[in-house]
Nanobody, 128 residues
Framework: VQLQASGGGLVQPGGSLRLSCVGS????????IGWFRQAPGKGREGVSS????????YYLDSVKGRLTISRDNVKNTVYLQMNSLEPEDTAVYYCAAGIQTGIADGNWYMLTDEMTAWGKGTQVTVSS
């Protein structure tokens, strides 16, 4: 599967963006999909994921209530709706297919391996 992420841009604090991750070469229906971000000078951070087995969704604590992950199987697309954006959300956002995600010992996990497919990133900048 190949992925193409888009939808980033410059937005003021409190604004909204919707990121899209379009799949090609294979349907995304059965894949667990994750959104990651990397801010300047920081490591990659998992933001949200959606399970391919049961559609369960998971979020980083700092984005809960503001970001929503969803999938449209007809369009072969996974979305990340981002509301009430904060300057701390500024980063390059990446989507990935073929991750492992769920809850273990009460903690959310999102794991990638050499088989994970990555899309090119899309820049999100939150600034006034």
């Amino acid at each position: 599967v190949q992925l193409q992420a888009s939808g980033g841009g410059l937005v003021q604090p409190g604004g909204s963006l919707r990121l899209s991750c379009v799949g090609s070469g294979s349907t995304l229906d059965n894949y667990s999909i994750g959104w990651f971000r990397q801010a300047p000078g920081k490591g990659r951070e998992g933001v949200s994921s959606i399970s391919g087995s049961d559609g369960s969704t998971y979020y980083l604590d700092s984005v809960k209530g503001r970001l929503t992950i969803s999938r449209d199987n007809v369009k072969n697309t996974v979305y990340l709706q981002m509301n009430s954006l904060e300057p701390e959300d500024t980063a390059v956002y990446y989507c990935a297919a073929g991750i492992q995600t769920g809850i273990a010992d009460g903690n959310w996990y999102m794991l990638t391996d050499e088989m994970t497919a990555w899309g090119k990133g899309t820049q999100v900048t939150v600034s006034s």
